[in-house]
């Protein structure tokens, strides 16, 4: 195990009062840092400064952060992030993933059907009305709805109520949605993904993982009042870094108990159904040419997660990360032991509930493209007769938009690919449920095989006009349906309700009671200093540029350069995953070696962190985050600065290869860079 990872017991204290002394946090835009940048950096950003940043930066759909880059609503991201959109509108004979795109004129630029994008425009505190409402999980839920949907109302903007805290505070999130996104330029996976595999979570790196897309509105580019201008020079090693983006979750605020049941019972079962649809696509890719394009994008996805839940394990497995947070919390949980005893109990439930929830709830045994929609399809037409108070959260008045619009998306389902994934889940289903009658009803007598080739091959899902009539026929138009994915949407529908009621009642709900506690007390110590675990919504970070010590004793530099690329790839003998492209060899003279290309910065990100802006004290845009090194996998339970580093694009990198690679002058120039040598 990786010493970083060792290294967890200031960070597992940093969970009860966050702020000591490492640049930590992934902090609320309604509550930054100010006192901490101000004190050790001199540095206070405005309430202006703050408000440019939050409505700059965007959040992906799909799990990932990007920021507007120019008055026209140019946007950028990472590769990795657009690479749905690559997958989604690549064909046989013209693949985007592996080719690149570059968009010569606005009319050029090419949709991207499934994507949406989000921009925080106003944070309020409804903590007190959701607590006003109850102490029960329906009472909850029922005021969450009503306050998601009269906002939506009032102001026509999505309108999410996040959980902070564990269940200490409730604070609604309006966002302004783009939903007709188009792509602007994409460079080849070799180079956006250069070193694959291997180099994933490591450093020094050489990856150009980046994308650019446009946001449109009534068939123009967006208008937009905020975009995050260029730096020229970009980050120098020392300077003060601030990132915006949206961190997907960590567990800083859990209890040993809880970090125990993941490690023992939630990692191991991810795990092994990563593995186990990594291994499905690798051989259904190795079929053809076209399967591996079909599958590369799912695999990159697979191979990423993997690897992180991998890391995630091992900071697990390090007995020092349970018995430091066990000692850490020791005097809060001796002042009120109750809270503690609570999760303890729910976790137990959960333990009971866990396998059942996931393969049917959770849907790991139906993992069919096509299966989701037949589940969204039956849940829909049942929501959506209900008051809005009483339906499942996502499908309350503020989310239904969003659920319909995915459903009405024009996107393509390859069917041998969905059976191939279909098969193999229905075989874990039959392992975890073997004598199980519904199980029984489900394979209909047949393989794991032949039965999901029958669901696929039967289907009309798959076309945009059924789906259509379905969703507007309703209840009626479902009942009626004799499609055997709704039969079977519909078959196991009740059985994965069930799953989810008793997981609500018995785990959801007594631990939201538990650590709004457990928050309560913490509040008391150390207010001003506590950031809530993260939850993929907007967060501010701030760090500094600067290399580190590795494991080995080997002194990281705080960047690498495009030079280090071409020997990387040159002692390698540009083979597979470090070849280079055909056009980055050809045009090799045209390019400044020495510029800056990835470098890393002691800030605090964990995944849905990638695609995000690192800007400078002026607010200009020096890099775009797109990993970290492999001590950044323990985040998730604890920041710890010594060797834990994010890693981002340089914006002198971006533009270099933008002009001498690409030729992309025109993306050059609305960036607001030099076209020049």
């Not at 959040?59 to 140019?74: E, H, K, Q």
């Not at 995050?228 to 990132?243: H, N, P």
């Not at 849940?379 to 009405?408: C, M, W, Y």
């Not at 392992?431 to 669901?455: C, H, I, N, S």
């Amino acid at each position: 195990m990786p010493a970083a990872l060792r290294s967890v017991a200031l960070g597992l204290l940093l969970s009860v009062c966050p702020f000591l002394h490492a640049d930590e946090g992934m902090w609320l835009f309604n509550a930054p840092p100010l006192e901490q940048l101000r004190v050790r950096y001199g540095f206070e950003p405005s309430a202006q400064w703050l408000e440019h940043l939050q409505h700059s930066s965007i959040r992906f759909n799909n799990g990932g952060s990007g920021a507007f880059v120019s008055p026209d609503a140019l946007i950028i991201t990472n590769h990795h992030i657009g690479i749905d959109c690559l997958s989604e509108i690549s064909t046989e004979r013209k693949n985007l993933v592996a080719n690149g795109f570059l968009a010569k004129t606005r009319a050029d630029e090419l949709p991207c059907r499934s994507l949406e994008l989000n921009v925080l425009a106003s944070i309020e505190d409804v903590t007190a009305r959701v607590n006003a409402a109850g102490n029960s999980e329906s009472d909850r839920r029922a005021a969450i709805a009503a306050i998601e949907e009269e906002s939506f109302t009032e102001t026509k903007l999505r309108s999410d109520v996040v959980t902070l805290y564990q269940g200490g505070a409730y604070h609604l999130y309006r966002y302004h949605a783009y939903t007709d996104v188009r792509l602007v330029f994409a460079p080849e996976e070799d180079a956006a993904f250069f070193g694959g595999d291997p180099d994933n979570f490591e450093y020094p790196r050489y990856n150009f993982d980046v994308c650019f897309f446009r946001a449109y509105e009534n068939g123009r580019p967006a208008p937009i009042s905020h975009w995050l201008r260029w730096s020229a020079a970009g980050a120098k090693e020392g300077d003060l870094v601030l990132s915006s983006g949206n961190p997907g979750f960590t567990d800083r605020g859990r209890t040993a108990a809880h970090l125990a049941f993941l490690r023992d019972i939630v990692d191991p079962f991810i795990l092994e159904r990563i593995r186990r649809r990594e291994l499905t696509l690798r051989k259904f890719a190795q079929r053809s040419t076209e399967n591996e394009r079909r599958a590369a994008n799912e695999l990159l996805n697979l191979e990423n997660a993997r690897k992180s839940y991998e890391g995630e394990l091992a900071a697990l497995q390090d007995p020092a990360t349970i018995e430091e947070k066990r000692a850490a919390e020791a005097s809060l949980r001796q002042s009120e032991p109750e809270p503690w005893q609570t999760i303890e109990r729910a976790l137990a439930a959960d333990r009971a509930l866990h396998v059942e929830r996931r393969m049917f709830e959770s849907a790991w045994g139906f993992d069919s493209a096509l299966f989701s929609q037949a589940r969204q399809i039956v849940r829909h037409a049942a929501e959506s007769a209900k008051p809005n108070g009483e339906r499942l959260r996502e499908f309350t008045d503020a989310r239904l938009i969003g659920v319909q619009s995915e459903l009405l998306a024009e996107t393509s389902t390859w069917q041998d690919l969905d059976a191939r994934m279909l098969a193999d889940s229905l075989a874990l289903l039959l392992e975890k449920f073997p004598d199980d009658p519904l199980v029984r009803q489900v394979m209909a007598g047949k393989g794991p095989k032949a039965r999901a080739t029958e669901l696929v091959r039967g289907t009309k899902l798959g076309d945009v006009e059924v789906r259509r009539a379905l969703l507007e026929g309703g209840a009626e138009a479902v009942d009626a349906s004799d499609d055997p994915m709704i039969l079977l949407a519909k078959l196991v529908d009740e059985r994965a309700r069930n799953a989810r009621r008793r997981w609500e009642s018995e785990v959801e709900e007594p631990l939201r009671q538990a650590y709004a506690k457990i928050a309560s007390a913490r509040f008391r110590t150390a207010k001003s200093d506590l950031y809530p675990d993260a939850t993929f919504s907007p967060r501010l970070g701030f760090g500094t540029v600067r290399g580190y010590v590795d494991e080995e004793g080997v002194t990281q530099p705080w960047s690498t350069t495009i030079a280090g690329l071409y020997d990387r790839a040159a002692a390698r003998a540009n083979a597979e995953p470090y070849d280079l492209p055909e056009r980055w060899l050809a045009r090799k003279g045209r390019v400044a070696l020495a510029t800056p290309f990835n470098f890393v910065a002691a800030i605090d990100t964990v995944g849905g962190s990638s695609g995000s802006p690192l800007v400078d004290r002026s607010g200009s845009m020096v890099g775009l985050v797109f990993d970290g090194n492999l001590p950044t996998l323990g985040f998730s339970f604890a920041y710890q600065e010594r060797d834990g580093r994010t890693i981002a694009v340089h914006t002198r990198g971006i533009v270099e290869i933008l002009r001498a690679v690409y030729g992309a002058t025109g993306l050059v120039r609305e960036l607001g860079a030099s076209t020049n040598a």
